[in-house]
């Protein structure tokens, strides 16, 4: 079973360093940063190492890592992926993508379709829609502007909005992120065919266009 697998899995998609391991044996442990947005890469490889410690395993006893690839704060993406690149440049570990909206999500505890607003500044937001962790349309990033003539409905985030969403609903956060990212790795695995598949290298998913894209095409 995939669920048999010691896993270690790492989201920084959204300022608060969040990670957690689960063992072979249906064990598992979460932690994070205390801080909202000040994500740093000298922080997240002592976090990780005290996951392992606490569960009694080496990085080479580990079968699996998963990456909340995004979208998120270019910069939180950045040094995760930066971060397990390292890591498994030695381990040479299958990896899985998670879609980071797809864990905010799951800090929902609601079984109605919910979207996912995530400021992506400058005017753009990053919308999923998810509902029991399943998608219902693809990630991708709108303006505000467009956001505003959808139908309304409800909503979560982890920071305020910069527009007034008239008739919108925002429902609360109650799960933690490093819990809800076990969740969804846990998820993804239960449908895939086989871990042997997966990349070897961090790929995030910016979904926003570069500047430089933006100044070329308008």
Known sequence: ????????????????ISACMHTADGGFLTAATPEQGKTRSTSIVPLLA??????????????????????????????????????????NLPMLHLS????????????????????????????????????RCEDRCLTWHEVLEMQ??????????????AGWSEQPLTISRSQAL?????AELDILDSIALLPRYPAPV??????????LHG
């Open 1 to 16: 079973m995939k669920s048999d697998l010691h896993i270690l899995a790492l989201d920084t998609a959204f300022g608060e």
């Open 50 to 91: 005290e996951l392992l410690e606490q569960a009694g395993l080496t990085w080479k006893q580990l079968d699996l890592l998963a990456l909340g690839a995004g979208p998120g704060a270019f910069t939180g993406l950045r040094i995760a992926a930066a971060t397990l690149a390292g890591i498994n440049s030695g381990l």
């Open 100 to 135: 980071s909206l797809a864990i905010t999500a799951r800090q929902c505890d609601s079984s109605e379709a919910i979207w996912v607003l995530e400021d992506a500044r400058a005017g753009e937001v990053f919308v999923g829609c998810y509902q029991n962790g399943l998608p």
């Open 152 to 165: 309304p409905g409800s909503f979560i985030c982890h920071n305020e909005p910069p527009v007034a969403l």
């Open 182 to 186: 076990l969740t969804t790795t846990l």
């Open 206 to 215: 910016y979904l926003q266009r570069s500047q430089a894209e933006k100044n």
